[in-house]
């Protein structure tokens, strides 16, 4: 005879689980926007991430057909997502959400394990809802939420060091904390930190033995060492270190320069007023966490710890000056952690005060109530809008769709051999078409930098082009795609006006209207040429019997 439930007892289990229910809801929220604008365009990034990644599962290594200045861990695990869910936007942003959702998952157990569930169950949901912010560019996949991912993981098994510290654990720890540099340069802050951390609880722990503690902290900074030693192993195996070298630190260290000091505090007011212009009553929350940690005796062993990784999160956006929306993803999890202190913190104060009194849990209801707010400001971008005109909504002035009907296009036109060259900082067409580039530089702002290298990129892109001479070229003429200023070697651009003379004009894509006229083709395009510049433009080879050469430069 089976047992049957009660109602109070199914009753009494959701009450006292009420904070894991309510985590819960929220992060099915969140997947259910991102499900619903699983089709959002690719934008830029994403589309370098996913034509770095295409290449790797198809035997290419990084850098070899695409250059740029990151690490390619992002590349990695684009490669990962595609094997899993395929070469899709829809498929890398199926990977994006299970990322996204198990790094949230990852802050409820610590919040849990440092306070209570309440804490566990408002760092989770701050981060599943901030990381979908549209001002932070949440909805795509930078390569700062796979960051933010690793760093978490790193975290949890760091805190697992606190109760009970073993080499494995530690090597683990550190490991992670590695491959969050991997995906994003700027989190070797927070792997900097957390080996100031690590050794400095281990040293302090003098009922183990100095041999052990040593073991301990060697071995956390052996796992923090391995990711990127093994990756420039395997770029050394695969003949492109060279090129990894020159990007990634050559290069790396003139686009940090680029920008100056003194417009720096600006600049970051600036983006930051932007980032928090619509749901600022969260941040509040979170910046509160720095000051009501102190007033919670709870906090008293990992205080100066989460304030650390709070520290080192936020000099993860400073590199350059730049201070782009995305760079502050990977300062969600402190965030968060924050939030849930304060929120938890002050529960705990009004319970002592309140008592039994049901006025006690005001400060939850506060943050649901904030919570609210939030999802619904959110409303129009993550529930209504289509797609397209979603990422119309928050990238406008780019042309992330009309790169997707380009790609589809060439796709359309294309043989295994077929070469493409985008004139402009649109890797997307490369992916979305399957055709592999003529030119490594997948981005041409680098060309247009006040930068000691810029006149040779030139050179080589230029090169590049006429060696490959591909069957089709896309000049994306708009700013966004060039930023040029009034500084920049214009020699490209003198370069395209003589060397298209060997194509023709065969496409000619907008964003006036981006949907009722998807593109203008053949004839049309032609003329419309005539009449119109700003867009992407679609050319295609001459035939051989063209009696037109390609000039020598």
């Not at 932070?136 to 510290?165: E, Y």
């Not at 979170?286 to 990784?309: P, Q």
């Not at 400073?318 to 300062?331: A, D, Q």
């Not at 040429?529 to 035939?543: I, Q």
């Amino acid at each position: 005879m089976t047992e049957s439930v009660s109602p109070s007892a199914r009753s009494g289990y959701f009450h006292r689980h009420w904070a894991w229910w309510f985590t819960v809801a929220v992060l099915v929220l969140v997947a259910v926007v991102r499900i619903r604008l699983l089709n959002y365009p690719l934008e830029r990034d994403e589309g370098e991430y996913a034509y770095a990644g295409q290449l790797m599962l198809q035997g290419i290594p990084p850098y070899e057909l695409a250059y740029n200045m990151k690490f390619p861990g992002t590349y990695a695990a684009y490669a990962f997502i595609m094997a899993l869910f395929g070469q899709t936007p829809a498929g890398i942003h199926v990977g994006l959400m299970c990322m996204t959702t198990l790094t949230a998952l990852m802050l409820y157990w610590l919040g849990k394990k440092m306070l209570d569930p309440i804490a566990g169950m408002v760092a989770a949901t701050f981060y599943a809802v901030q990381s979908a912010s549209p001002l932070m560019l949440g909805l795509s996949g930078h390569a700062t939420h796979f960051a933010a991912f690793f760093a978490t993981a790193g975290l949890c098994l760091m805190w697992k060091t606190r109760q009970n510290v073993n080499w494995p654990t530690a090597a683990s720890a550190g490991f992670m904390f590695g491959a969050a540099i991997l995906m994003k340069q700027h989190a070797m802050f927070i792997c900097a930190w957390a080996a100031i951390a690590f050794t400095w609880d281990c040293w302090r722990n003098v009922q183990v033995p100095t041999s052990k503690r040593l073991w301990n902290i060697i071995s956390f900074c052996v796992g923090a060492a391995m990711p990127l030693g093994i990756c420039c192993l395997l770029l050394w195996h695969a003949g492109v270190f060279g090129k990894f070298w020159f990007w990634t630190i050559d290069y790396a260290r003139q686009y940090v320069s680029v920008l100056s000091v003194s417009t720096a505090g600006l600049r970051l007011w600036s983006q930051l007023c932007f980032i928090s212009s619509k749901d600022y009553l969260i941040w509040m929350i979170g910046i509160a966490g720095l000051g009501l940690i102190w007033f919670d005796k709870r906090a008293n062993k990992m205080r100066l710890w989460l304030l650390g990784f709070a520290a080192a999160s936020t000099l993860t956006t400073v590199p350059g000056f730049y201070f782009r929306e995305h760079y502050f993803l990977l300062t969600l999890p402190a965030m968060a952690l924050l939030a849930g202190c304060a929120v938890s913190g002050t529960h705990q104060l009004w319970k002592q005060r309140a008592g039994v009194s049901r006025i006690k849990d005001w400060p939850v209801w506060g943050y649901a109530l904030v919570l609210t707010l939030i999802i619904l400001v959110r409303g129009v971008t993550w529930f209504i809008l289509p797609p397209a005109q979603a990422s119309i909504a928050i990238y406008g002035g780019n042309l992330f769709f009309e790169a997707e009907i380009a790609a589809a296009y060439i796709q359309d036109h294309s043989t295994s051999d077929t070469r493409v060259a985008v004139l402009g900082s649109e890797p997307e067409i490369y992916f979305l078409s399957h055709v592999h580039s003529a030119t490594g530089y997948i981005y041409t702002y680098a060309l247009m930098e006040p930068q000691t290298f810029a006149p040779q990129m030139q050179d080589e892109m230029i090169s590049e082009i006429e060696r490959a001479s591909p069957e089709f070229i896309v000049f994306a003429n708009l700013n966004n795609s060039w930023l040029r200023r009034p500084t920049s070697d214009p020699k490209i651009f003198n370069w395209w006006a003589s060397y298209r003379t060997n194509y023709t004009t065969i496409g000619f894509l907008d964003t006036d209207p981006p949907v009722e006229i998807p593109g203008i083709w053949g004839g049309e395009a032609r003329l419309f040429a005539k009449t119109h510049d700003d867009g992407l433009w679609v050319y295609e080879r001459n035939k051989p019997s063209s009696n037109s050469a390609a000039p020598q430069n």
